[in-house]
């Protein structure tokens, strides 16, 4: 049967997908992907010939329908993202709400995730959380913060480096400059790097070494 699957593609090192997840993007018949040249590098990789279609945030609202409509005529199609399970901060939702609307099925591989080795290994509680994404830039941003003042689970936010000194700062004024918080750069990449240490201790860290790269913040809950 036709179906739409979703493949968690490394965040960092290649190595790390499955054999199922290879197995899948071989046997498709098209690979609807965020960037096509970043998901080449990956399929030349293995040596895979399926072709690729681009699907990302600013054409999925005008492609879900035709998406949709090959997988009815018989189609069976993989969705991956740059890095990581589509859907997590990544183009995915769209087509998935769609698709299930539309009796389409929808198999979603494990895989990959960068919010998860960033919590694990933040040493800070991981038996319960909350997964934030990225805080907006501009407009909802000091309310979304005020709204987590009292937030008592773990919290994960991913963020830009270019953005990581500004946020770290203001979440400083929000929960305070002591609270416990661990920043995760490059996971499963060579450069990888953990610094762990209360917000104020973190901004300091980052203000004197601009930090590169994918990042994930952890913050402890409210005690």
């Known amino acids: 049967m036709s179906k739409l699957f979703l493949v968690p593609t490394p965040i960092g ?13 071989s046997s498709v018949e098209l ?25 990302h945030m600013f054409n999925e609202h005008k492609s879900v329908e035709s998406v949709c ?55 800070l509680p991981c ?12 407009k909802g ?6 709204g987590l003042t009292d937030e008592t689970r773990t919290m ?8 990581l000194v500004k946020t770290l700062n203001e979440l400083a004024i929000h929960f305070g400059p002591d609270r416990e918080a661990c920043v995760s750069r490059e996971i499963s990449k060579l450069f990888e790097e953990n610094i762990r240490g209360t917000l104020s201790f973190l901004s300091e860290h980052y203000t004197n070494k601009a930090p590169k790269g994918e990042i994930v913040i952890i913050v402890a809950g409210r005690k």
Do not use: W
Not at 79 to 107: M, W, Y
């Open 13 to 25: 090192n290649l190595k790390d997908i499955t054999f199922r997840a290879l197995e899948i993007l």
């Open 31 to 55: 690979i609807l992907a965020e960037d096509t040249r970043q998901a080449k590098k990956l399929l030349n990789h293995y040596n895979i010939k399926t072709p690729l279609q681009s699907h």
């Open 69 to 123: 409509s090959k997988i009815l005529s018989g189609q069976t199609i993989a969705l991956i993202s740059d890095a990581g399970t589509p859907g997590i901060s990544d183009p995915g939702f769209l087509l998935v709400r769609t698709c299930v609307e539309k009796d389409i099925p929808v198999e979603t591989l494990p895989g990959p995730t960068a919010l998860i080795p960033a919590l694990v290994n933040s040493g």
């Open 127 to 138: 038996d319960r959380f909350c997964f934030e994404g990225f805080l907006p830039p501009k």
């Open 141 to 146: 941003r000091n309310k979304r913060m005020t």
């Open 156 to 163: 994960v936010f991913y963020e830009s480096p270019y953005r």
